[in-house]
């Protein structure tokens, strides 16, 4: 059963969940992403996301085996959307399983900020005002200087 898939396909929470079900486990701790409408105070009208997909499912993979390593007895599924999200649409689903709550809330965590840190995905934003792409999933670059970039040089 693959615990780790890149699609076009909305996600469901649920089938992450059952990969991760096992009778061993007292906690299932999940978390999801979706697309907010509002970033820094501009308005989103949808997000696109590009992944180099067989690079980007080895990538989950890899914090899954991290994870196994940190917290020994737990179970990790993750799900991640490409292509167009309209606003609430959910963009990545985790679902991490354990016998105790605190290592599935812990492992959750560490799988969100590695996936924005080492997993190939881009994400388009298409703003009332023009459109960027966001290489730097951690949101470190700032968004008044992206919007002044996305005025001198428009939409792209």
């Excluded at 992450?16 to 701790?29: L, T």
């Excluded at 509002?38 to 085996?65: H, N, S, W």
């Excluded at 679902?95 to 605190?102: G, K, Q």
Aim: aromatic share 8%; proline share 4%.
């Amino acid at each position: 059963m693959e615990r780790y898939w890149i699609t076009p396909q909305p996600i469901s929470i649920d089938e992450c969940i059952n990969k991760v079900v096992r009778p061993e486990a007292g906690a299932i701790s999940t978390f999801i992403g979706i697309a907010r409408e509002f970033t820094r105070g501009k308005r989103t009208l949808y997000l696109e996301y590009e992944a180099y997909i067989p690079m980007a499912v080895k990538q989950l993979e890899r914090i899954g085996d991290e994870i196994g390593t940190k917290w020994p007895d737990t179970l990790v599924s993750i799900a991640h959307r490409t292509g167009r999200l309209n606003i609430s649409e959910v963009a990545v689903a985790i679902a991490v399983s354990s016998p105790h709550r605190d290592q599935a809330f812990k492992a959750s965590r560490y799988a969100i900020e590695r996936i924005k840190e080492i997993v190939p995905i881009w994400k388009k934003e298409h703003w009332e005002d023009g459109t960027k792409w966001i290489g730097d999933q951690k949101e470190t670059i700032s968004y008044v200087e992206n919007n002044k970039s996305a005025k001198e040089g428009q939409s792209d």
